[in-house]
T-cell receptor
Framework: DQQVKQNSPSLSVQEGRISILNCDYT??????FLWYKKYPAEGPTFLISISSIKDKNEDGRFTVFLNKSAKHLSLHIVPSQPGDSAVYFCAASVGYGQNFVFGPGTRLSVLP | EAQVTQNPRYLITVTGKKLTVTCSQN?????MSWYRQDPGLGLRQIYY???????DKGDVPEGYKVSRKEKRNFPLILESPSPNQTSLYFCASRTGQGVGYTFGSGTRLTVV
């Protein structure tokens, strides 16, 4: 049973519009969440994080929202650019734990 | 350049033939970890290490061994590979207070 779920395997968005990637988790002990981006033939790269004491964290075009009661987080990319086309992984841990549990990923395609 | 280096990038081997995937980081990170990525399952942690001579099992350790004799190196050993270990493997490292892991570029292993 997956503890971190990304129910959309893929998402296509027009350049300049908003991309919204969703992630749901089942373990209520998770209190630290990260998003990674992965290009083909490369390792994942860290994008943005949020701890459970916050409900929002921004970094440039990227914003992560956390809804603890719904056990849901989302990554917003505004505006979307073709270079954002990649697979995005959501990950969760208990504190700064060693075992980050990853979701299966969502492939984002930003169309010119 | 700060990086995590894995070798080889691609490997095809036969069932039962022992192999080692090397991993080295040049950032003086305390924590290192191995993950495997399989379609629909995201990244799953195999083993991790909090420092030299300190290793522990992740979620899917069966069939794997690791060692941490030096801070910079964290090899993954498959004593008797089987076809179900065909996967994409990532090594990663971070500092003790680091936000997220820095990943290597991956090793695609095929066991026939």
């Amino acid at each position: 049973d997956q503890q971190v779920k990304q129910n959309s395997p893929s998402l296509s968005v027009q350049e300049g519009r908003i991309s919204i990637l969703n992630c749901d988790y089942t373990n209520s002990m998770f209190d630290y969440f990260l998003w990674y981006k992965k290009y083909p033939a490369e390792g994942p790269t860290f994008l943005i994080s949020i701890s459970s004491i916050k409900d929002k964290n921004e970094d440039g075009r990227f914003t992560v929202f956390l809804n603890k009661s719904a056990k849901h987080l989302s990554l917003h990319i505004v505006p979307s650019q073709p270079g954002d086309s990649a697979v995005y992984f959501c990950a969760a841990s208990v504190g700064y734990g060693q075992n980050f549990v990853f979701g299966p990923g969502t492939r984002l395609s930003v169309l010119p | 350049e700060a990086q995590v280096t894995q070798n080889p990038r691609y490997l095809i081997t036969v069932t039962g033939k022992k192999l080692t995937v090397t991993c080295s980081q040049n950032m003086n990170h305390e924590y290192m970890s191995w993950y495997r990525q399989d379609p629909g399952l995201g990244l799953r942690q195999i083993y991790y290490s909090m420092n030299v001579e300190v290793t522990d099992k992740g979620d899917v350790p069966e069939g794997y061994k690791v060692s941490r004799k030096e801070k910079r190196n964290f090899p993954l050993i498959l004593e008797s590979p089987s076809p179900n270990q065909t996967s994409l493997y990532f090594c990663a490292s971070r500092t003790g207070q680091g936000v997220g892991y820095t990943f290597g570029s991956g090793t695609r292993l095929t066991v026939v």
